[in-house]
């Protein structure tokens, strides 16, 4: 069975930095591109980072580009989001999703992180 | 504001059918896949739709999807109350080379 697992969320300042991780199991993560998105309190879904499977091509959304850096350790079947110089806006549930991009096939349950002093 | 436009809320009755458009442009919906989600806070967000009108294995057939020119459109039949929940549209922005979800249309089964 297909999971995937979120750790890392937590309470962090402004300014702050957090490491995001997903745990893969079912699959081989090696084959597969990955993604990060995120859900505001009271707003939509927002993609965040793309990873391919060799780690060839990476894509951020403007809104995280220079502050957050995706990165996957395909040995340890483990995708990460770093994430640096936090806002308050950054607050979200953070989802990590399998899929190419045009579509994500499988998600965690999710991360709560909040930011605020 | 999202690139691609959802209406922010649908209703109809248990039983009846609904559907849900997302309108974009040329460097979206115009020239790539796009896929429907399902998101109730809380939980994980479900696929049901993808490369326009494909449904994964699990989703039943009460699910439907379309795309013509620069819009797309899920379809649900046989509403249920536990249909209630968020839908969004996604795709892939060839000009801004960046993923894009719709705003998000939240559901209400009457």
């Known amino acids: 069975e297909v999971q995937l697992a979120e750790s890392g969320g937590g309470l962090v300042q402004p300014g702050g930095s957090l490491r995001l991780s997903c745990a893969a199991s079912?699959?081989?993560?090696?084959?597969?591109?990955m993604n990060w998105v995120r859900r505001a309190p009271g707003k939509g879904l927002e993609w965040l980072a793309y990873?391919?499977?060799?780690?060839?091509?990476?894509f951020y959304a403007d809104s995280v580009k220079d502050r957050f850096t995706i990165s996957r350790d395909n040995a340890e079947n483990s995708l990460f989001l770093q994430m640096n110089s936090l806002r308050v806006e950054d607050t979200a549930v953070y989802y990590c999703?399998?899929?190419?991009?045009?579509?994500?096939?499988?998600w965690g349950q999710g991360t709560l992180v909040t930011v605020s002093s | 504001q999202s690139v691609l436009t959802q209406p922010p809320s649908v209703s109809a009755a248990p039983g009846q059918k609904v559907t849900i458009s997302c309108s974009g442009s040329s460097s979206n919906i115009g020239n790539n896949y796009v896929s429907w989600y399902h998101h109730l806070p809380g939980t994980a967000p479900k696929l049901l739709i993808y490369d326009n009108n494909k449904r994964p294995s699990g989703i039943p057939d009460r699910f439907s999807g379309s795309k013509s020119g620069t819009s797309a459109t899920l379809g649900i039949t046989g509403l249920q109350t536990g249909d209630e929940a968020d839908y969004y549209c996604?795709?892939?922005?060839?000009?801004?080379?960046?993923?894009?979800f719709g705003g998000g249309t939240k559901l209400t089964v009457l």
């Open positions: 999703a399998r899929g190419p991009l045009w579509y994500f096939d499988y």
């Open positions: 996604e795709t892939w922005d060839s000009s801004l080379s960046v993923a894009v």
């Open positions: 079912g699959f081989a993560l090696r084959s597969y591109g």
């Open positions: 990873i391919s499977f060799g780690s060839t091509n990476i």
